[in-house]
T-cell receptor, first 113, second 114 residues
Framework: DQQVKQNSPSLSVQEGRISILNCDYT??????FLWYKKYPAEGPTFLIS?????DKNEDGRFTVFLNKSAKHLSLHIVPSQPGDSAVYFC????????????FGKGTLLTVNP | DADVTQTPRNRITKTGKRIMLECSQT?????MYWYRQDPGLGLRLIYY???????NKGEISDGYSVSRQAQAKFSLSLESAIPNQTALYFC?????????????FGPGTRLLVL
């Protein structure tokens, strides 16, 4: 049973526009969520996180929104840049699991110049 | 210098061979993890260790073993490699003692089992 789902395998946006990547989860015990970015031939790089006590966290061009009632989070990138083209993974964890990460399958974002 | 290093970066081996993938970190973190990534499947946890004397199985540990030789070193072994172990392997670290729930990844090892 997949506890973290990224239902869009790919997303294509124009440079300068907003990119919105979505993630759904089923385990209500998850209390900490992260987004990672991965370029080919590199390891995942931590991007931004959010605790379940918040509904929004911002870091420069990146904002993560958490809707606990819907068990949904999203990553907004504004404005999108060609260098943002990568695979984005959503991950979730809980205190009960000692903060082991459960990953979604990833979304390939392509930002076109 | 990279905080989390993995060796080798690429490896080709034959079915039945024993191989070891190594991970070292200079971050001083207490927790270390091994993941594999397969196309379309995201990252799945193989083994993890919260301390030198602590080893735990992840969701896909069959066919693998690990050794935590020191706080900074965590190695993954495939005792008898099989073709469906062809994948990207990532090591990661974290340190909850510092209040951080974030894991930091190495660059990965690409393994091909023929």
């Amino acid at each position: 049973d997949q506890q973290v789902k990224q239902n869009s395998p790919s997303l294509s946006v124009q440079e300068g526009r907003i990119s919105i990547l979505n993630c759904d989860y089923t385990n209500s015990m998850f209390d900490y969520f992260l987004w990672y970015k991965k370029y080919p031939a590199e390891g995942p790089t931590f991007l931004i996180s959010i605790s379940s006590i918040k509904d929004k966290n911002e870091d420069g061009r990146f904002t993560v929104f958490l809707n606990k009632s819907a068990k949904h989070l999203s990553l907004h990138i504004v404005p999108s840049q060609p260098g943002d083209s990568a695979v984005y993974f959503c991950a979730a964890s809980s205190e009960g699991s000692n903060y082991k990460l459960t990953f979604g399958k990833g979304t390939l974002l392509t930002v076109n110049p | 210098d990279a905080d989390v290093t993995q060796t080798p970066r690429n490896r080709i081996t034959k079915t039945g061979k024993r191989i070891m993938l190594e991970c070292s970190q200079t971050k001083g973190h207490d927790r270390m993890y091994w993941y594999r990534q397969d196309p379309g499947l995201g990252l799945r946890l193989i083994y993890y260790s919260f301390d030198v004397k602590d080893i735990n199985k992840g969701e896909i540990s069959d066919g693998y073993s690990v050794s935590r030789q020191a706080q900074a070193k965590f190695s993954l072994s495939l005792e008898s490699a099989i073709p469906n172990q062809t994948a990207l392997y990532f090591c990661a670290t974290s340190d909850l003692r510092q209040g951080s729930k974030t894991q930091y990844f190495g660059p990965g090892t690409r393994l091909l089992v023929l």
